[in-house]
T-cell receptor
Framework: SQTIHQWPATLVQPVGSPLSLECTVEGTSNPNLYWYRQAAGRGLQLLFYSVGIGQISSEVPQNLSASRPQDRQFILSSKKLLLSDSGFYLC???????????FGQGTRLTVV | GENVEQHPSTLSVQEGDSAVIKCTYSDSASNYFPWYKQELGKRPQLIIDIRSNVGEKKDQRIAVTLNKTAKHFSLHITETQPEDSAVYFCAASSFAYQFYFGTGTSLTVIP
């Protein structure tokens, strides 16, 4: 069975500092990978998705970027964090098209 | 892209009553409609899903209905229990890989 690992679980960062969140998937190959952000009491906003190595699609303009250096690795980054970047970040993968999405445990980011 | 709307945003029901959450979508190419349950501080987990070639699906106390013509689908929870209290998300996905979620419904089951 596949598992998805995401770390760290919590992170407190000052405004203007860089960010790197990592997500890795086990038990499947060539997954579709996603980064979502969930603000407090809000829904899941799709930030980026990737269908393969080096292939990144951005859904919304923002202060963040994503990279996929390996088949089962997805990284969310920022050069300079803003207060508005605070939220609960979730990595997800789908093993195929129109199939169940599996989520990582999430990272709660607080920018202070 | 796809636009998924979800109502209501909050819902309180008495234990044993039914709860209904409704979602609409905009992209007629969407063909997969899952529902997720998210407990506080935890990851969303799939509870039921339906594909566009099916009108209704049931799993014990949970059922989902889909109306492709009207582009809406609903989650029905019968005989609600306190442990059903959580945030529920609908989602829509198509062969274009994007996976869009509704804004969530916070369900509270009152004992």
């Amino acid at each position: 069975s596949q598992t998805i690992h995401q770390w760290p679980a919590t992170l407190v960062q000052p405004v203007g500092s860089p960010l790197s969140l990592e997500c890795t998937v086990e038990g499947t190959s060539n997954p579709n990978l996603y980064w979502y952000r969930q603000a407090a009491g809000r829904g899941l906003q799709l930030l980026f998705y990737s269908v393969g190595i080096g292939q990144i699609s951005s859904e919304v303009p923002q202060n963040l970027s994503a990279s996929r250096p390996q088949d089962r690795q997805f990284i969310l980054s920022s050069k300079k964090l803003l207060l508005s970047d605070s939220g609960f970040y979730l990595c997800a993968n789908t093993p195929g098209v129109s199939t169940e999405a599996f989520f990582g445990q999430g990272t709660r980011l607080t920018v202070v | 892209g796809e636009n998924v709307e979800q109502h209501p945003s909050t819902l309180s029901v008495q234990e044993g009553d039914s709860a209904v959450i409704k979602c609409t979508y905009s992209d007629s190419a969407s063909n997969y409609f899952p529902w997720y349950k998210q407990e506080l501080g935890k990851r969303p987990q799939l509870i039921i899903d339906i594909r566009s070639n099916v009108g209704e699906k049931k799993d014990q106390r949970i059922a989902v209905t889909l109306n492709k013509t009207a582009k809406h689908f609903s989650l029905h929870i019968t005989e609600t229990q306190p442990e059903d209290s959580a945030v529920y998300f609908c989602a829509a996905s198509s062969f274009a890989y994007q996976f869009y979620f509704g804004t969530g419904t916070s369900l509270t089951v009152i004992p």
